[in-house]
């Protein structure tokens, strides 16, 4: 679904949480994540350097992997890419060396909830550098994305639970096995009329996360 929300802060983003993982360096692993994130939202080196609050020489090298990553500087660029921390520590890295760039095991997906919303995403893919991204949406009962358009395409499959969904003003209710597909430029939306939650599988290319 890919959808373009505005973070909202989390609890366990205090100051005095973050302090004590302070000197934990996650960057070795993070760093191509940082960049792919970034040019998969359409961002420069500038934009998110600028909302972090740190200098753009500084995220060239963290994107490089050539510079320590404290916590407390990783929350701040999560905030201005508009993920949670927790997108970077749920990477696919414990499974098989051989296969992480083919193959995504259930346990290791990496998820991302959507505060207020009632929506989880988890990527199915192995990372966002491909020509295409695969989600599995959770969306709960009363859950609304909202409009929202971007650029490509997408495609889905409804596992479970009913989705409403609109297309350019038109609305549709579908129901488990059924499918659909429009282009991302269209202004869409999409809401669980139910109440039990509704499972979607996405596919979306470009990569939009």
């Not at 997108?87 to 098989?96: K, L, M, R, S, V």
Request: net charge negative; proline share 5%; hydrophobic share 35%.
């Amino acid at each position: 679904m890919a959808i373009q929300a505005t973070r909202q802060a989390h609890p366990e983003d205090n100051d005095e949480s973050l302090a004590v993982l302070e000197d934990i360096d996650p960057g070795a692993a993070i760093g191509e994540q940082l960049r792919e994130l970034r040019l998969v939202k359409n961002l420069t080196l500038r934009e998110v350097a600028e909302k972090a609050g740190i200098s753009v020489g500084y995220l060239s090298q963290l994107e490089r992997n050539h510079s320590r990553l404290p916590i407390a500087v990783l929350k701040r660029i999560s905030d201005a890419l508009g993920v949670h921390m927790n997108w970077f520590f749920q990477q696919n890295t414990e499974g098989d060396p051989a296969e992480r760039d083919v193959v995504v095991r259930s346990t290791h997906r990496r998820r991302m909830s959507f505060t207020g919303l009632g929506i989880q995403e988890e990527l199915l893919s192995p990372n966002l550098s491909g020509p295409l991204e695969m989600l599995l949406s959770t969306i709960e009962p009363g859950s609304d994305s909202e409009d929202y358009f971007h650029d490509g395409a997408e495609a889905g499959y409804v596992l479970s639970g009913t989705l409403d969904l609109w297309v350019s003003g038109r609305h549709f209710r579908l129901h488990e096995g059924d499918s659909f597909s429009f282009k991302s430029t269209d202004v869409h939306r999409c809401a669980n009329p139910g109440d039990v939650p509704v499972r979607v599988i996405w596919v979306i290319t470009p990569p939009h996360y």
